[in-house]
């Protein structure tokens, strides 16, 4: 089992990679050329106590999780603390940068509490963002700023020029996703549609009292994507996250239940995977405004 390095602290990434001290001690850029060049013998896996978002082009094979990635054409990529990230001893960069941002930055900002909203840094590898050439300008121009602001003085502004920046960078890597994925248009319909076969199979069939209600994971595991992505794709091809699909789904297989069997209501709860039928009632309410008992005496 290959070594899994940890480094908590900007101070101990540029310790990794030979840096002089940063300037910011929860704040860097890194020239990714310089990081591949000093990383350790071994090729070990990293794992980071801070957000990343690099940008680069290389030869070679990225390792992340248990799959390898080849990205000639170059992607940014974003990954949130405790992820474990690792690269091939035959990877070299061309060109590229990283930034580096430790949670403690966004502490007291309103990016703090809305960082889950870029759901990005929790895909994997393999659905990198692509950028055009004009994209990558004006990312590596928020990057600069950022860098610009942190080797100045620091005073009681620097915080909120960063925070604001990340926010901004951040804001266009959303629009440059959303782009992705309606060029994408062919693939990503295909992808829906395998998702609602898989669906429909998964409630077609029977009992689930054994097989239990389907999580997010089950269905982008099948997909070969992380829950996130597949959630993100859903949403903006049908206006619905993989989680309201699932329970749409088992709304509608409820009232096939309630309508065509004696079975109490605690029956059919059980029957679709639930423990507690309080869980059932609250699911099939919100869908449809009515208890199971309602909808069934409508009948």
Partial sequence: MKEIIDIESIGGLHDLVHYSRPRHPL??????????????EGNPLYRFGFYTISCKKFEGLLKYGKSQYDFKDGSLMFTAPGQVIGSGSDVTVDEGW????????????????KLS????????????????????????????????????????????????????????????????????????????????????????????????????????????????YLSDLLQKFTGKSTIEHIHLELVEKAKSLL???????????????????????????AKTGKSPSEYRNLN
């Fill in 98 to 113: 990283a930034l580096f941002f430790h949670p403690d930055l966004l502490h007291g900002t309103s990016l703090d509490s």
């Fill in 259 to 285: 309508w065509g069997t004696e079975n109490s209501i605690s029956e059919i709860a059980y029957e679709l995977g639930f423990e507690y039928a309080s869980h059932f009632t609250k699911i099939f309410k």
């Fill in 117 to 228: 909203q870029y759901s990005f840094f929790h895909y994997e590898v393999n659905e990198a963002l692509h950028i055009s050439e004009e994209e990558a300008g004006i990312i590596k121009d928020c990057v600069d700023k950022i860098a610009r602001e942190y080797t100045q003085s620091i005073d009681k502004h620097t915080q909120g020029v960063i925070v604001s920046t990340i926010e901004l960078l951040l804001n266009y890597c959303n629009r440059f996703y959303d782009r992705q994925f309606y060029t994408r248009t062919k693939v990503n319909a295909d992808i829906v549609q395998r998702f609602e076969r898989l669906l429909k199979d998964y409630f077609n069939q029977g009992d689930l009292t054994e097989a239990g209600l389907p999580a997010v994971t089950y269905f982008s595991s099948k997909l070969n994507l992380s829950a996130n």
């Fill in 27 to 40: 704040v860097s850029v890194i020239d990714h050329t310089d990081f591949y060049a000093k990383r350790p």
